[in-house]
């Protein structure tokens, strides 16, 4: 029996193009990242889509919504796929982050699974939710593709654990907005079909930000 699941992140916010750190809070899409969502909805049209699980943020609830208009089913919200909370960098711009918590920062580029936000997460913290929800989601749904709405952060983590790579490799996995990600589920492991994939923009000539953030 095989599951195929479909990891996708996010359309572009606001706090993407202007790299802010977003995490727990609610910030909406933007106009750009609406238009992501309307191709990669176009792109899946023919795609069997048998259940979807949104994060609770608007941002990955609308992106699941516009998707999944075609195929008349509506994501369940869970918070196991909620984005990496920040805690007081959260709604600060990347480089006011790197002025006044360098060394935290500077851990966060390089080795970002040891490091940890003043009053946030770890990245092991998220992975033990969030993959332990994916994990749980194969099991209930054999032969049935699965559409996942989450965030930059959430997506690498069950990018690395689908691979079985450690989470060390984090800074080596990269999620564009509204990216696609296609992985299918056997009793022998995962296998990977696409990465990152965001050719359903490059044809729509959307424009892409350049940053992974």
Not at 22 to 51: C, F, M, V, W, Y
Not at 91 to 113: I, M, N, S, T
């Amino acid at each position: 029996m095989a599951t195929i699941i479909l990891l996708i992140r996010h359309g572009e916010t606001a706090w993407n193009r202007g790299k802010i750190f977003r995490g727990t809070h609610d910030i909406p899409l933007n106009e750009n990242g609406r238009l992501q969502a309307k191709l990669l909805a176009k792109a899946l049209e023919s795609r069997r889509i048998d259940a979807a699980y949104s994060s609770p943020l608007s941002r990955a609830r609308e992106t699941a919504d516009i998707i999944l208009a075609p195929h008349g089913i509506e994501a369940v919200n869970h918070a196991g796929l909620t984005d990496f909370d920040y805690g007081q960098w959260t709604g600060l711009e990347d480089r006011v982050v790197a002025q006044k918590w360098p060394e935290e920062h500077a851990c966060w580029l390089v080795a970002p699974h040891r490091a940890q936000p003043p009053g946030g997460d770890t990245l092991q913290m998220v992975f033990d939710r969030a993959f332990t929800m994916v994990e749980d989601l194969v099991q209930q749904h054999h032969d049935e593709t699965v559409a996942i709405f989450a965030h930059r952060v959430v997506n690498k983590l069950l990018v690395l654990g689908m691979l079985t790579l450690a989470i060390e490799r984090f800074p080596f996995i990269r999620q564009d907005n509204c990216c696609l990600n296609e992985f299918e589920w056997t009793e022998h492991g995962y296998i990977m079909i696409s990465l990152n994939d965001t050719s359903h923009l490059r044809h729509g000539e959307i424009e892409v930000l350049k940053n992974d953030f």
